[in-house]
């Protein structure tokens, strides 16, 4: 008696039983794994994982700075400390100047397109998607410098400090900040676009004007509350009165 495989009822059960065990085996040892914590390592070390983990942190970017004027220290302590505060999935560490060197030696525009696109497990932005360039480019500044680096961080406002754009640094601002009162006129604030509420506080001029709203003026706190630059804030006040004329 014999199967067209040419065994013995008696051999193909042996080898069926040893398969079964087999599987039961390897479950049993998947499922250990899967339990175990044997596995986390190659999940902490995938850049989806990672990313996915500091989505929140990326989002809730604690810092008193209105968003894109954020310097190279705020944004690594509320973003990229995450990772490079203890060298994570194998960053280099903030302050090691011997993991720092080599990146260093890339130069700072390489490290900047990094930074900027993401490279291997560092995710794009460190994950912070709303970051803008000039404020990742400050970061990995700040970064480098404390690595070692003599890199220029980007001054927040433009090169130089110049004259900011009412258009692009003041509008952040009036979003950020001015648009609690100024959008409903609250507190008998001049309403954003109200030409007749804003052409008796026009005539002293547009620097008078932002000297007196630097100060303060009844219910409006000095810079409305506002606690980054005196250019800043005049943008803020120039993009306001641009559309308020
Ligand atoms: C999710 C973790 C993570 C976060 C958050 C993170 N990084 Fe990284 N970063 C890495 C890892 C990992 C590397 C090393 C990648 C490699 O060399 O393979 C790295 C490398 C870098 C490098 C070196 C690139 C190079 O060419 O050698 C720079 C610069 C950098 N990060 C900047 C930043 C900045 C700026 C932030 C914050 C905005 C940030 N990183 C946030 C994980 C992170
Ligand atoms: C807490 C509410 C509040 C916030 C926030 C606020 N303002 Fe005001 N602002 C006022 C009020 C109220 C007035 C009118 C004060 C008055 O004339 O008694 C005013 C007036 C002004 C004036 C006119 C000053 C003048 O000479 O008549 C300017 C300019 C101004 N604000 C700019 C700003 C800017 C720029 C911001 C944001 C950085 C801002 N404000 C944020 C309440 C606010």
Redesign the pocket.
């Known amino acids: 008696m014999s199967n067209g495989n040419g065994m013995a009822p008696g051999q193909v059960v042996k080898v069926l039983i040893g398969v079964v065990v087999f599987l039961v085996v390897a479950i049993w040892l998947l499922a250990k794994l899967a339990t175990s914590g044997f596995n986390v390592d190659a999940e902490v070390m995938t850049k989806e994982a990672v990313a996915a983990r500091l989505k929140p942190v990326g989002e809730s970017v604690a810092s008193d700075a209105p968003p894109g004027m954020r310097n190279g220290e705020q944004v690594f302590k509320g973003i990229c400390i995450s990772c490079h505060g203890t060298g994570l999935a194998g960053s280099p560490k903030f302050g090691d100047a011997g993991a720092w060197a080599p990146r260093i030696a890339k130069g700072f525009d390489t490290l900047v397109q990094h930074a900027l696109g993401g490279f291997n497990a560092m995710p794009a932005k460190g994950g912070a998607a709303d970051l803008s360039d000039d404020e990742v480019k400050r970061a990995v500044a700040y970064m480098a410098n404390a690595g070692g680096a003599k890199f220029t961080e980007p001054k927040v406002g433009g090169e130089g400090g110049a004259a900011l754009d009412p258009n692009v640094a ?1 509008k952040k ?2 979003d950020s ?6 959008s409903t006129g ?5 309403k954003f676009g109200d030409k007749a509420a ?1 052409a ?3 005539k ?1 001029g547009l620097d ?3 000297k ?2 630097t100060k303060g ?5 000095p ?4 606690t980054g630059s005196d250019e800043e ?1 005049k943008a ?2 120039e ?3 641009n559309n308020s004329k």
């Open positions: 003041g601002i009036f900040v001015c648009t609690a009162c100024h609250a507190a008998g604030a001049p804003w008796p506080r026009l002293p008078e004007v932002v007196i709203a003026l009844n219910a409006m706190p810079k409305g509350g506002f804030f803020a006040v993009y306001m009165v």
